[in-house]
């Protein structure tokens, strides 16, 4: 098979995919679209709820193991699309269609790249292919299930939209629930101890806090509140404010050690994280994947968004055709020519770092 057969194909997967409804949880139909492309190819594959992978021919358990990786659900369509989001068409070189850019596109081209080197025997890394289900939800049936049934993983490559630059490294993520407390009292009575007006001062507390370390890929840590919540009716002061906060960890904490800092120092009553397990990741420069990319004409960046990535604890690289600002937007698209190139890049890369 020549490549642009295989990029014909990768295309036409891709349109089935956006034609079956994948919403998070609900991606039967196409793990089933995924099993149906190894069985046309005689490619053995295993299957664990909607989590779909293989690997390589040639599997020897004494070398590294590389993972291409993407999911296969979608957010639920906007209000705000103009055309049917399961209906795959191209115009002008786009494909349209719910979940073509995030992240079909990445998918079928790491697929198509995975299929490329199925048979290839003499290779660096293994290859594994899996694609994963419930990204969009961090959810417990995606990749994170995966984890314990598959080979141990040596390194990454995450499939999401970057427009084939390189994100060597990714922020993790920790939600925090706050409470600010104060004195319950009625509105016509004087309140020295009310819990709104203090949380005055710990909004411009949290609006102004900086952590120490700066990331050279991902800046600083940012903290955001984004959620404000306190009160019942008009004439009540309330006893407490909740608040939540939004925190993006760079990669020189752990998401434990901005947590332990937060508890220590923030000026609230009580300070609790929703989760610890998703930590930012980072692959090293001197990677032969970073370097092969590199020499490709490929540049690096530090990604703000969360991805796959975080549930993975080899180092990962966040690579793929199509563009983040496309995601979650009405009648989302990508471009039929950057699934093609992304097909001839990844393959490219790969010639160069695993041969």
Known sequence: MDISQLQAQALK??????ETQSFSSEEEGTASLLENWFSDREIPFFRSGNNVWAVNKSFNKEKPTLLLNSHHDTVKPNSAY????????????KLFGLGSNDAGGCLVSLLATFTWFFK??????????AGTAEEETNGKNGIASLLPLIPKIDVAIVGEPTLMQMAVAEKGLVVFDAKVKGTASHAAHPNNDSAIY???EVLDWFKNYKFD?????????????TQINAGSQHNVVPASVDLVLDVRVNDKYTNAEV???LEKEAPVDELKPRSLRLNSSSIPKNHPLVMAGSALGMKSY??????DQAMLSCPSLKLGPGDSTRS?????????????EGIEKYINLLNKALK
């Open 13 to 18: 997967l891709l349109q089935q995919l956006i």
């Open 82 to 93: 103009t055309r049917n989001p399961f209906k795959a068409s191209v115009e002008d070189g």
């Open 120 to 129: 290839e025997e003499g290779l660096k890394y293994n290859l594994l292919f």
């Open 198 to 200: 203090k949380c005055i």
């Open 213 to 225: 370390k700066v990331s050279e890929a991902l800046g600083e840590v940012k903290l955001t509140v």
């Open 259 to 261: 947590a332990e800092i």
């Open 302 to 307: 530090g990604s703000p968004t969360l991805s």
């Open 328 to 340: 979650h937007s009405a009648d989302e698209f990508i471009y039929v020519k950057e699934i093609e």
